[in-house]
């Protein structure tokens, strides 16, 4: 079946299958490939640890307490039994240190114990201790016979299945697998750092981060192993981006855009308002990537409410002055409807042509947007993902925007992309999420980033308190007093996924709750598993003012503008995102009054819900909190990140390892600078490396 023999690639060392490791066989190893997917030594070692522990602290049972997450406890295995009936059956054994007594329980491999456990003799176990009336036990702790531990320093932790542990397959084995490993391996691991980085930020060389990685020596080179390995994974990460950036630069011709005559005449007689510094400053990095005959590829990132409506709306223009079409593609329904309402204010004071698409446009009206897009008299179009349909042709299309890119794949914006055959439309990707710097570096690296980083002249800053649940009378009183001034309210309610029903509950609960409280007062409902038709309905009430209060679940977090809605109350605050809570606010601050924002939580809040909320208190400014979010949450589960596919870091991470991430991109861009086609011998490394993620990737992609 195989042809391996003939094959003309000499394999190497590390495509070795892992069942020829020594203490492996085919059994183990057919184990790791289905619950680990490591199939060879190469994989092996890439299975890094998740966690160091340090097993050079001993702890005496006597003073064992409540907060150790772990302990580790020498002593003496007493006697053992068995109790308990079915999927209760357990083996309990006792442990004494000569300062108290430890219970031992295992419910699984009972009978392996049995066999091998030896009565008195010495043992070193390690496991998360709890007490029960006053007896302390650990379920199935590590158990290692004195004398046969693992090094009495640092070790690794593996990720592992549960299937795996009950095979013995724990992190212990790992550890031993990988040191018969990586002593066969020394003499192929080559370095992959050039010389000069290597020593410009005194790093320990590939071999001793790996070994030092998986078998510490000390806490010292743990730490120096992980600095070098992050170093290395986020310098591949940046030097992949920005060459991806620099070809792009390079290869991809883009349209010049130098007419501005509407341009100049919106500026000149129909602007609003007067533009502030940051929309200035990033409308002329825009221009410039215009103007130079390469396809801009830029990120426009910037709080809600920072204007970036009026900068899409410019861009735009420069495309309409030079006889181009532009279209803004936006996730949801709502948001593009936003856009379109915000940009046809502009639009029609210059009597342009701009439409909508979306999956619910009318069979009659898509036909004629369809032929004026082609023949060109349309000249904006915005719309969901129905605008990269195959049907939806344009005559010239020379600039794309993108809303809140991560919900879209990479797939369906070249498919926008390819609509002009001609040449690549000019992209800009547009988010209302402020995204910390680090964040913007790897997820966006590739792309050229502007940010408006201050928000427009008199704005009032939104006052946010916290409350508790049981305040809710003063807190309806304060919501009269306003209703009573003219101003209308929001009431958000989470509404979760997994418990859609309990969640729908609530809001109609509240919902009832807040009709009986404001009686004469007219409240709209909004949710999600409503009609589209009558979430418009109700929506449209409460933007002419009709309705005083929107009791709605997190639909509203996007998009909607009723610049009189000056208080937003947000129930079950504790439920939300901080990133989420600041959208929600974003809805109100509007308009000219002062606006309020009102987090409801119960009594008990955990730690971290408290830290939230604080932030939320504290400040307004939506990078701020975008920072503490990431410090919070760390990266894997900001909005987006996931599916990126450029988050694949397997050791670092962006919220702490800022430092460095800098000083890899920097070494990155100074290499591509001198050396873009890593021609010098000292680049070398880079070549040879960049050569093998390839072919892993390759292979990544056959096993998935
Ligand atoms: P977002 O960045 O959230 O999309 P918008 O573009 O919707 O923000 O702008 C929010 C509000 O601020 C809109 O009503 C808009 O007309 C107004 N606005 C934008 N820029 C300015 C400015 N420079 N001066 C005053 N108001 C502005
Ligand atoms: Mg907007």
Known sequence: MSNEGQTLVRRSFFDTKIEFLKGVGSQKAALLNQELNI???????????????????????????????????????????????????????HFTDGSGMLELVWFQ?????????????????????????????????????????????????????????KKFIDSKAISSMMRSLLEQARPHIRETLPENLVQKYRMVSKFDALWNFHLPQSQAWLHQS?????????????????????????????????NQELVSDFYARHIPFQLTGSQIKVLQEIHDD?????????????????GKTIVAFITMLFALDNGAQACLMAPTEILADQHYQGLKKFADLLGINIGKLTGSTKKKDRALIHEQLLNGSMQII????????????????????????????????????????RINPHIMVMTATPIPRTLAMTLYGDLDISAITELPAGRKPIKTVHRYDAHRLSVFGFLRDEIDKGRQVYMVYPLIEESEKMDLKDLMDGYESVSRSFPGIPVSILHGKMKSQDKEFEMGRFVRGETKIMVATTVIEVGVNVPNASVMVIENAERFGLSQLH?????????????????????????D????????????????????????????????????????????????????LKAARISAEGILQLDPDLLQPVNLPIRTHLATIRKEETNWSRIG
């Open 382 to 421: 915005t719309g969901t993902h129905a605008l990269i349909e195959d049907v939806v042709q344009f005559k010239n299309l020379g600039l794309c925007i993108i809303d809140e890119q991560h919900r879209f794949g990479v797939a369906q914006r070249s498919r926008l992309w390819a609509k002009n055959e």
């Open 226 to 258: 992980q600095r070098r390995l992050k170093f290395e994974e986020l310098f591949y990460n940046q030097f992949r981006l920005l060459k991806n950036k620099l070809l792009h630069k390079t290869e991809f011709p883009g349209l010049i855009f130098d």
């Open 583 to 607: 959208q929600l606010r974003g809805r109100v601050g509007r308009g000219a009054e002062q606006s309020y924002c009102i987090l409801m939580t119960d009594y008990k809040i955990s730690k």
């Open 39 to 93: 199939f060879t030594f190469g994989d092996l070692l890439q299975h890094y640890p998740f966690r160091h522990e340090d097993r050079s602290i001993f702890h005496r049972i006597g003073e064992l307490n409540e907060t150790l997450n772990a302990a580790q406890i020498r002593g003496r295995l007493r006697e053992w039994s068995i109790v308990g009936e079915g999927n209760k059956k357990r083996m309990v054994a």
């Open 290 to 306: 215009l103007r130079t005959g390469r396809q801009m590829n830029r990120l426009l990132h910037g709080d809600v409410g920072s």
């Open 609 to 660: 819900t408290r830290l939230r909320i604080e932030t939320m208190c504290r400040t307004n400014d939506g990078f701020e909190i975008a920072e503490v979010d990431l410090q919070l949450r760390g990266p894997g589960d900001i909005t987006g990140t996931r599916q990126s596919g450029l988050m694949d870091l397997l050791i670092s991470n962006l919220s702490q390892d800022t430092e460095i």
């Open 109 to 165: 491999g009972i009978s392996w114990m049995e066999k091998n456990l030896r009565p008195n003799a010495e043992y070193i176990v390690y496991g998360k201790p709890v007490s029960f009336g006053g007896r302390w036990s650990i379920t199935h702790p590590e158990i290692t016979l004195t004398g046969q531990e693992q090094g009495s320093g640092w070790i690794s932790i593996y990720p592992l299945t549960e299937k795996l542990r």
